[in-house]
């Protein structure tokens, strides 16, 4: 590995666990109990990785699986998991104070003002929104004592769902980013680069796919959110995978029968399309068509991205089929040429 490839790695795990630690931090801020912090044990692996790869291993990259990946998605995801069931909590307890409400129970005792329920039961509503942007105003104020120049009048404030949405959408970014510095070991750069745009079309369906908790239905029910979560986790598992060079290497005429079929149907090109389709396509489309029939949740969004899927699993097959018969094709040739010569 070269000197660019080590800084390359190492400034790639650095933003891995600094990410992490953002959403651990999160949580234990949200929860107000530092027992979560065992969550940043990943970080503590993703490490120990680190310092394997770089100095035990000394390989530019694992062959079929990527472990920093792995340790990075162990740390966010189980973050982001307790950050949306808190949300979900919450949601949840607001619809039944809404219903009791309407029905005309108004004997209900105030619940407490915490960031579990989200709810303002003070006498001065805007009292929590001022202790929130006085502490945002001390924590930017460290900036100003170590050099940094802030205006503090002209930032933003950043409320807990604006944060949260941060640290979720950034984990595409990041893994996007991730695998763009990661050593590309047999890859060319223009096949890094098609992966790359790959990954980006991922990313934005899996994107798309977490704003289902837009939808006033899904993220009153529970059901619905744990399946939304489980398969946005299940999803994200396909950046683990190293899928290299496409290019195969000639089918050995010599081998068995079973090896041969073993060399044309477990080809790169193959493991990349089931990955695609048991990891992201397949889940998605069995989700969206299951809030269509079984929940009837029309809408033009459902339907629109349940055509989608479809109409990809459709092609995803269809490249599937193209792919093995062009290896038979190339097989059947090499077979020939061969009898040719004796």
């Not at 991730?178 to 980006?200: F, S, V």
Request: aromatic share 12%; hydrophobic share 50%.
């Amino acid at each position: 590995m070269g000197l660019v490839d080590t800084i390359q790695a190492i400034i790639t795990r650095i933003v891995f666990a600094a990410h992490g630690a953002v959403a651990v931090y999160r949580i234990v801020t949200l929860k107000e109990d530092p027992y979560y912090w065992y969550l940043a044990i990943s970080i503590l692996l993703l490490a120990f990785e680190g310092i394997f790869t770089l100095t035990i291993k000394e390989s530019s990259e694992w062959k079929f699986f990527c472990p920093s990946v792995f340790f990075y998605l162990t740390s966010v995801c189980p973050a982001i998991w307790l950050i949306e069931l808190d949300k979900l909590d919450t949601r949840l307890e607001q619809k039944e104070l809404r219903e009791a409400l309407l029905a005309g129970n108004y004997t209900l005792a105030p619940l407490p003002v915490t960031e579990a329920t989200g709810l303002e039961t003070s006498e001065d509503p805007e009292a929590r929104n001022i202790s929130g942007s006085f502490n945002a105003s001390i924590e930017l104020g460290v900036l100003k004592d170590v050099g940094i120049p802030v205006d503090l009048a002209n930032i933003p404030e950043v409320d807990d769902d604006t944060m949260v949405l941060i640290i979720e959408q950034f984990l595409m970014l990041v893994l996007i980013i991730g695998r763009w510095m990661l050593p590309k070991g047999n890859l060319t750069r223009d096949e890094l680069a098609q992966i790359l745009l790959c990954y980006i079309g991922t990313a934005a369906d899996i994107i798309e796919f977490f704003d289902s908790f837009k939808d006033d239905k899904v993220n009153t029910n529970k059901v619905l959110c744990l399946a939304v979560l489980s398969i946005w986790s299940w999803s994200l598992l396909q950046f683990t995978f190293v899928i290299t060079s496409s290019k195969e290497g000639p089918i050995d005429m010599q081998a068995s029968a079973c090896e041969k079929a073993k060399q044309i149907c477990c080809n790169v090109d193959v493991w990349g399309i089931l990955i695609n389709i048991i990891l992201q396509d397949a889940p998605f489309f069995v989700f969206r068509l299951l809030l269509i029939t079984y929940y009837k949740l029309i809408s033009y969004m459902n339907i629109f991205f349940t055509c989608k899927n479809t109409l990809v699993i459709t092609l995803q097959f269809y490249r599937l089929f193209v792919v093995q018969l062009e290896a038979a094709e190339t097989a059947a040739k090499e077979a020939a040429d061969s009898k040719a010569k004796l």
